[in-house]
């Protein structure tokens, strides 16, 4: 099978699926990842990318050293803007994931959870499940929904429909290689407790492990399947 990872922003497709992504390349699969916003400009009171060009620079360059760490074949990077993405038309969202679609031809999508605060993940759900619409010919038969840690957990399950995983991958062998990738987005990390901290990431996969009785996990809804 070929892979897509649709992520939003540089370091939650290593959050989400780096695991994963690891072992799908360790298996000779090809992994793909697309990330659609960009990145750092939400930091400022109103966007200027020009005034970010280095900070976007330096995501792109960790953008590109995960994915060599994780194996991912390629990493493609747009320019969404960075947390107002709900300023966005969708059908604009989802054409731009329709044309890496046919480009790569994945047969598996992995994607954010609906379940998150963060508005860009949300965005990015609803058109990656537009531009995956099961017409006949469509090569995708499985489309996943990965947990991003300091978004997922950062929305109270009273508020809208809980993260509800049902689908769990065995990463075991490749938590390190994951922790190591995640390294790799220094700037993006925070020190312990954060939720976006190395040893937070460590003990999610090792919690999620746990639950199906293995050493480390990813856990992911099943959004469609097709056998
Ligand atoms: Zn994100």
Request: aromatic letters at 6%; glycine letters at 6%; one cysteine or more.
């Amino acid at each position: 099978m070929t892979t897509m990872v649709i992520a939003a922003h540089p370091d939650d497709e290593v959050l989400g699926a780096g695991g994963f992504v690891a072992k799908l390349s360790a298996a000779g699969e090809e992994v793909h990842h697309l990330i659609l916003a960009e990145g750092a400009t939400s930091r400022d009171d109103a966007r200027d990318v020009a005034a970010r060009d280095e900070d976007l620079s330096e995501l792109a360059r960790c953008a590109h050293k995960a994915a060599g760490i994780v194996g991912a074949a390629s990493v493609t990077l747009e320019s969404f803007p960075d947390n107002r993405m709900d300023g966005v038309e969708l059908l604009d969202v989802v054409k731009v994931i329709e044309q890496h679609l046919a480009k790569h031809k994945p047969t598996r999508v992995l994607t954010h959870s609906n379940s998150d605060v963060n508005i860009d993940h949300r965005v990015i759900h609803d058109a990656v499940i537009a531009a995956t619409r099961p017409q006949p010919g469509n090569a995708v038969r499985e489309l996943l929904f990965f947990e991003t840690m300091s978004s997922t957990e950062w929305r109270p399950p009273t508020s809208i429909n809980p993260f509800a995983p049902t689908y769990f991958v065995d990463i075991s062998d490749h938590l390190e290689t994951k922790l190591r990738a995640l390294g790799a987005y220094a700037p993006e990390m925070r020190e312990w407790p954060h939720a976006r901290s190395i040893e937070a990431l460590e003990y999610l996969a090792r919690s999620r492990g746990a639950s199906i009785g293995v050493q480390a996990a990813e856990a992911f809804e099943t959004g469609r399947i097709c056998a």
